[in-house]
Antibody
Framework: QVQLQESGPGLVKPSQTLSLTCTVSGDSINSGPYYWSWIRQPAGERLEWIGRIFASGSTNYSPSLNSRVTMSVDTSKNQFSLRLSSVTAADTAMYYCVREYKRAAYFDYWGQGTLVTVSS | EVVMTQSPATLSMSPGERATLSCRASQSVSSNLAWYQQKPGQAPRLLIY???TRATGIPARFSGSGSGTEFTLTISSLQSEDFAVYYCQQYNNWPRCFGGGTKVEIK
């Protein structure tokens, strides 16, 4: 059974960098046709895809966030990470790490989510 | 960028009734569409992919149809655990994007 778990600070100050890590268990990040993605959801709003990373380190980011997003992967720890710079209140959201099936790009396993609030 | 529009925003139904949820894409996404269910305080759960294929463990009362720009999720007989928010998501074009959701509530 694949499980994903987000971790990181729940409160970030405006203009600073949001950093989250996702730990994967029950599956190896290196194995299988999967991307590892981040998706966020502001309260009461629709889900927003942030970007994805493959085990090799190749990435794709949402055009709207591309200038502020960096993703990385640590296969030795079976983890992948998200960094979002220059945050504002608009970045306050529930952040999910998600497994994406490479051949079809739907999201089949989700972490429980972590709430990140941007506030001074 | 593709825009996904779901209707209605809220569907008030009684248990046992048939629910029909719609999702429209601003341009063709072929059959590259998924449906997710989200309950309060939980992460979304994959229900349908490829517009009509049920994900592992999803009950047969959930069915998806459509292609191109018009899609439908049907719940044949609503159970108490089906009252939730449902999202469609296209994965044909960049960036991947979701609809605004349909809330299925108890009437």
């Amino acid at each position: 059974q694949v499980q994903l778990q987000e971790s990181g600070p729940g409160l970030v100050k405006p203009s600073q960098t949001l950093s989250l890590t996702c730990t994967v268990s029950g599956d190896s990040i290196n194995s299988g046709p999967y991307y590892w993605s981040w998706i966020r959801q502001p309260a009461g709003e629709r889900l927003e895809w942030i970007g994805r990373i493959f085990a090799s380190g190749s990435t794709n980011y949402s055009p709207s966030l591309n200038s502020r997003v960096t993703m990385s992967v640590d296969t030795s720890k079976n983890q992948f990470s998200l960094r979002l710079s220059s945050v504002t209140a608009a970045d306050t959201a529930m952040y999910y790490c998600v497994r994406e099936y490479k051949r079809a790009a739907y999201f089949d396993y989700w972490g429980q989510g972590t709430l990140v609030t941007v506030s001074s | 960028e593709v825009v996904m529009t779901q209707s209605p925003a809220t569907l008030s139904m009684s248990p046992g009734e048939r629910a029909t949820l719609s999702c429209r894409a601003s341009q063709s996404v072929s059959s590259n569409l998924a449906w997710y269910q989200q309950k309060p305080g939980q992460a979304p759960r994959l229900l349908i992919y490829g517009a009509s294929t049920r994900a592992t463990g999803i009950p047969a009362r959930f069915s998806g149809s459509g292609s191109g720009t018009e899609f439908t999720l049907t719940i044949s007989s609503l159970q108490s655990e089906d009252f939730a928010v449902y999202y469609c998501q296209q994965y044909n074009n960049w960036p991947r994007c979701f609809g605004g959701g349909t809330k299925v509530e108890i009437k």
